[in-house]
């Protein structure tokens, strides 16, 4: 009452009601799963799944083939890992609280993480550090149970996990609490989101892709490697333009949007990767099937192509717009060679030499079928 001299403070996470004789506790409002964002992000989320574990499968049966021998980065080991980054926005978009907050954080770090930490084991500086010209173990590397991509890949992820515990360590994360137009509602959300506690995650997620292309810029292009490098090089790219949008939409965007928009960047990054590294392949394997082969240069598919046409035109009674009937070349080969005999006999040159070089050729021509 006015003038009271018996105030009550209400407890935390409550506020006096409007006749200030009683303490109501607060409504915490979050990002619903029931709101339009969150089912917009849970669609994108299953379709991105969806995709991914089909081209999984596609890959995996075509993992004897050319395409997918040649390729380098695209290890269809990291392919389960992509399925998970498309998750990465569950615990975001889940009440936030202690353990969803710091499980995102980490979640996080692991599923970025570890593929980059697949993509450090396999670039030219390890190659050229622990395999010889012919991707042999160097001797130096000694008795090891697992391979030296292996160890630096494992290493990279117990660094990871350090990196995790320093920061949660360090910067603890905290349930931020903003007022609202309603002044018994309160929005809440992680700290984490709003201070330094992300910032230091970006940072370090950034600094390990640019240790992947420090790592990758001495590789060597060839015409078996030069799609590949460039679209890993593109991969790079984007991947600091989504670290850039992330900071934007955390330090730029307040509420439910804030969430909402962090959610889809984090499907960016998985999108990211599926598209620049397995996505060629998958392209090549479905639509290009003529590409996924040894030899694809313009000369081996021309007698391919020529080949084709002499058994058609060998089996069949087509006739070909080009090329005579075999019955008019085989009698102009014959003739052919029984001027040519002739002629020598004439001017007295080597009888015998001419006779098998006009048999040889003759039969040659008529029984080659690619003529």
């Given at each position: 009452?006015?003038?009271?001299?018996?105030?009550?403070?209400?407890?935390?996470?409550?506020t006096a009601n409007a006749a200030q004789d009683e303490c109501i506790t607060q409504f915490e409002d979050y990002a619903y799963w029931s709101d339009a964002g969150s089912l917009i992000m849970l669609f994108l989320m299953v379709a991105g799944v969806c995709f991914t574990i089909y081209v999984a499968v596609v890959l995996f049966k075509n993992r004897e083939t050319p395409v997918m021998r040649r390729a380098k980065n695209a290890v269809l080991a990291l392919l389960p890992f992509i399925v998970i980054l498309f998750l990465i926005p569950i615990p975001l978009l889940s009440k936030p609280n202690a353990s969803s907050c710091e499980g995102y954080r980490a979640f996080f770090v692991l599923t970025l993480g570890i593929p980059l930490a697949a993509l450090i084991a396999k670039s030219v500086y390890v190659d050229n550090r622990y395999y010889d010209s012919d991707g042999q173990i160097k001797e130096s590397w000694g008795q090891c149970m697992c391979t030296p991509r292996v160890a630096v890949a494992l290493g990279t992820v117990l660094i990871h996990v350090i990196v995790i515990i320093v920061i949660a360590v360090k910067l603890p994360n905290e349930i931020s609490r903003f007022?609202?137009?309603?002044?018994y509602t309160v929005y809440i959300e992680c700290s984490m989101h709003t201070g330094f506690g992300f910032l230091a995650v970006i940072f370090y997620i950034m600094f390990m892709a640019t240790l992947y292309t420090i790592m990758s810029m001495s590789e060597e292009i060839s015409p078996e490697n030069d799609m590949e490098v460039r679209w890993i090089s593109f991969c790079m790219f984007v991947w600091y333009v989504i670290c850039f949008f992330y900071v934007v939409v955390a330090y730029g965007v307040m509420g439910k949007a804030k969430i909402f928009g962090l959610a889809f960047v984090d499907l960016l990054f998985a999108v990211n990767l599926l598209a620049c590294i397995y996505l060629p392949k998958w392209y090549v394997i479905v639509f290009q099937p003529e590409k996924n082969q040894a030899d694809?240069?313009?000369?081996?598919?021309?007698?391919?192509?020529?080949?084709?046409?002499?058994?058609?035109?060998?089996?069949?009674?087509e006739e070909s717009p080009v090329l005579p009937?075999?019955?008019?070349?085989?009698?102009?080969?014959?003739?052919?060679?029984?001027?040519?005999?002739?002629?020598?006999?004439?001017?007295?040159?080597?009888?015998?030499d001419s006779d098998i070089n006009g048999k040889t050729d003759t039969a040659g021509l008529i029984n080659d079928t690619d003529v």
């Open positions: 009452m006015q003038d009271s001299l018996a105030c009550t403070t209400c407890p935390k996470y409550s007022p609202t137009e309603d002044p694809v240069s313009p000369w081996s598919m021309y007698v391919k192509t020529q080949e084709k046409v002499s058994v058609r035109l060998s089996e069949g009674d009937k075999r019955g008019t070349l085989a009698s102009t080969a014959k003739e052919s060679g029984k001027a040519h005999g002739d002629s020598d006999k004439e001017n007295g040159k080597g009888h015998e």
